[in-house]
């Protein structure tokens, strides 16, 4: 773990966010494959990463399992020891959840079961809550900390995605924010520098 209690963990989810795999290709060749997924990085992927680790620590949460998670890490980090934790589904707590809260965009059944990324584990690890923040496409993954939730729109392989560096103009504003569970950011492409659209 870091002994740099002055920069902000940033947790990064894999799968529709970095990255798209499918057991079925797109129209063109995968960046590569894992298993039997063809895995496509999502456009200006090793920009956003080396932006983001001048600032922030780095960790990857997936709700995929553990081998798959490693397997796609060791293809788009190129310093693994630089992350403080590759975490898969094996850390990640099963449950069903009722899904009335607003910060739920996709909350149409009364009754669901899902992988939940729940950062009390990452607090029993040393890092406080204030200085955590999770980047999933996925709100339901998220839902007992959402005040440290970014929610990117989901990548599914095109390659005009721009929201990589959306993303990183965005988190450059939260880079000295000491309490990011304060700071509203359920809208943070509003919040995006108007020189940065």
Known sequence: MSSRRDRT???????????????TPLDR?????????HVYRRPHLDDFLTA???????AVWSSASD????AVVAN??????????????SRATYRHIACTDDYVANAYDPEHFFYIKDLSKVRRRGWPLERVLIVDDTPEKCIRN???????????????????????????TLRDVHNVRKVE????RTLIPKSEK
């Open 9 to 23: 963990l940033l947790i990064l989810d894999l799968d529709e966010t970095l990255v798209h795999a499918s057991s």
């Open 185 to 188: 950011k359920r809208r943070w």
């Open 76 to 89: 788009i980090f190129p310093n693994l020891d630089a992350l403080q934790f590759v975490w898969g589904r």
């Open 146 to 172: 959402y005040g440290n939730a970014i929610y990117p729109a989901p990548y599914e392989g095109s390659l005009q995605d721009e929201e990589l560096p959306h993303l990183a103009s965005y988190l450059e």
């Open 52 to 58: 983001v680790s001048a600032t922030y620590d780095l």
């Open 29 to 37: 060749a995968a960046d590569f494959r894992v298993a039997h997924y």
């Open 67 to 70: 081998d798959y998670v490693k």
